[in-house]
């Protein structure tokens, strides 16, 4: 008869294990040396054990299905068409186009490209009735599946205005979008402008939430999928979690309005973290954090390229970023297993955790009125800028690290001859309804102090 290794081992208890490292301490607190707490307020302990948990996070994560995206910025159609065919021949899976202005032409940009039963995402930066018609013929006749990841809200958030519409607010226009089209999701959350603008992992969850059921309380023919832009850090486990927590809690709101709408995650790595100066460890960074997308239930995983802060785009940076994720996906065998952190103690603790922190700061949204509202008189703005600040007091102090940045720099390291692109905050004096929430690295300061010194 067959018995398993274990039976010859008595079961420890987390009691045990807590004296047995006590006694390690050599008569060290236990709580101040080997507990510490997150910008979330968590508490990290330094094991997980069975005896302290209480029930797994209801969520479904299909780690199998994620696929690898490619972002393409179109501004030349020839050169976009060709980027595009170039990037799927070489294991690209889907493809993200941000258009800027509703004259490219759509019907060329995308007539000549392969794209039955593929996902594509149109990142527009307006909101126009005939062209979204356009892509709905185009995605019937190609049988392809479009999304139209429309935000105003965020577009208000990041720019500080509505998009320009004719006649109608943005909310009434993608109404009438919804009804003059069939095939296509309008809807989309720019939760990864959180992330990059310094907010922590609650703020991220419970502002992506607020901001998603907004739509929800004001579009009656909303589509049946809500995508969510997520950033994602190098907190590996945290980053993991949160994605869980962000899915499952939507799952939760969406009920209420109903029960069929889909959470789609389409993520990719933080700028907030990416640095100019030893650029190579940028890929490190990414690659990280394109782990904790995949693992964390992602469904399309958009990855950045190491040197994007400083070069325009280009065919290197481009290859070796989606050679990341074709390593995980096809030699990492990611693409093998759902649900790749159910049973994990700790990850489903910290899903758990932040799910219900989210939650309660959520619900204090609503109770105050709404996102909108708290948009608008600035709160959102403050207690995301309250929370960067935090950070980047860590960064400047060095208790958190950016290796090549603000410990162990290269004095060596030359920058300056090789900017392409200006790599801090633009500043654009202009007439805005809000102060926009703006976007900004960790290592910006210092880096501009090291370009004068060269």
């Known amino acids: ?62 780690a199998t299905n994620f696929k690898i995206c490619q ?74 599946v479009f999304y139209c990841n429309i935000d105003p809200i965020g577009q208000m958030a990041r720019d500080g205005n509505w998009f320009t519409t004719s006649d109608k607010n943005n909310f009434e226009t993608i109404d009438l979008i919804s009804k003059a089209t069939t095939n296509l999701s309008l809807v989309s959350i720019d939760a ?25 309380n004001r579009l009656p023919n909303i589509s049946k999928t809500i995508v969510f832009q997520v950033s994602v850090g190098t907190n590996y486990f945290f980053e993991i979690a949160k994605l869980r927590a962000l899915r499952m809690l939507f799952q939760l709101i969406a009920a209420e309005y109903n029960p069929d709408l889909e959470c789609h995650l389409l993520v990719m790595p933080t700028k907030r973290n990416k640095t100019i100066y030893d650029y190579n460890v940028n890929m490190l960074r990414t690659t990280t954090e394109c782990m904790s997308a995949i693992l964390g239930g992602a469904d399309a995983v958009a990855n950045l390229p190491y040197d994007s802060l400083y070069h325009k785009d280009n065919e290197f940076g481009d290859r070796i970023a989606r050679n990341q994720l074709l390593i995980l996906k096809h030699e990492s065998y990611f693409d093998k297993v759902n649900n ?66 603000n410990k162990y720099p290269n004095k060596d390291d030359k920058m300056k001859h090789d900017l392409e692109l200006f790599p801090f905050v ?29």
């Open 1 to 62: 008869m067959a018995t398993t290794l274990f039976d010859d081992f008595n079961p420890i208890s987390s009691k045990q294990w807590k004296q047995k490292i006590q006694f390690e301490l050599d008569g060290a607190d236990y709580n101040e040396t080997v507990i510490w707490n997150s910008p979330e307020d968590i508490q990290v302990k330094p094991f997980y054990h069975k005896d302290e948990f209480s029930k797994a996070a209801s969520v479904n994560t299909q």
């Open 71 to 144: 972002n393409i910025f179109v501004y030349d159609v020839e050169k976009s068409i060709q980027r595009a065919i170039n990037t799927l021949e070489r294991g690209a899976e889907s493809l993200r186009f941000t258009i800027e202005n509703e004259k490219i032409d759509i019907q060329k940009l995308l007539e000549n490209l392969p794209l039955e039963n593929r996902i594509v995402y149109f990142n527009l930066k307006f909101i126009s009735i005939d062209f979204v018609k356009q892509l709905d013929t185009i995605s019937i006749q190609k049988k392809a």
């Open 192 to 216: 990864g402008l959180y992330q990059n603008a310094g907010a922590n992992i609650t703020q991220q969850i419970a502002y992506s939430l607020a901001h998603a059921n907004e739509y929800l």
């Open 340 to 405: 790749p952190a159910d049973g994990n103690y700790y990850i489903e603790s910290l899903t758990m955790q932040l799910a219900e922190k989210s939650l309660t700061l959520f619900k204090d949204i609503e109770a105050n009125g709404g996102f909108l509202k708290l948009l608008n008189d600035g709160t959102i703005k403050k207690k995301i800028q309250e929370s960067a600040t935090k950070e980047q007091e860590l960064f400047d102090s060095k208790k958190e690290v950016l290796l090549g940045t």
């Open 426 to 454: 633009k500043i654009k004096p202009r007439k805005t309804l809000i102060t926009p929430i703006i976007e900004k690295r960790l290592a910006e300061k210092l880096e501009q102090e090291r370009l004068e010194l060269e």
